[in-house]
Nanobody, 116 residues
Framework: QVQLGESGGGLVQAGGSLRLSCAAS????????MGWFRQAPGKERELVAS????????SYANSVKGRFTISRNNAKNTMYLQMNSLKPEDTAVYYC?????????WGQGTQVTVSS
């Protein structure tokens, strides 16, 4: 199964931007549709953005549509999430995984905190 590691989180003011990265190793990264997920305190983990194996097709949760952009570079085994116009409600731990998720591939996640 694919091993995944997230990076790029941090503390940012409302209206700011962050770019998250997901580095993959193990089985062929390009074989998997991928997704970015997030979990806020006291809430269930949710899918915020997904991307097809080739990267041609993407989809977004309504809450982030128009602000977040998912992309991938299969040659580098890496996926990205560009987050613009961040809001306090975007505060969460962000995870990458295959879509649908592979249970054993959850990483530590990266914390994103947006201050008002």
């Amino acid at each position: 199964q694919v091993q995944l590691g997230e990076s790029g989180g941090g503390l940012v003011q409302a209206g700011g931007s962050l770019r998250l990265s997901c580095a993959a190793s193990g089985r062929t990264f390009s074989s998997y549709a991928m997704g970015w997920f997030r979990q806020a305190p006291g809430k269930e983990r949710e899918l915020v953005a997904s991307i097809s194996r080739s990267g041609v097709s993407t989809s977004y949760a309504n809450s982030v549509k128009g602000r977040f952009t998912i992309s991938r570079n299969n040659a580098k085994n890496t996926m990205y999430l560009q987050m613009n116009s961040l809001k306090p409600e975007d505060t969460a731990v962000y995870y990458c995984n295959t879509n649908p998720p592979t249970p054993g591939s959850w990483g530590q996640g990266t914390q994103v905190t947006v201050s008002s």
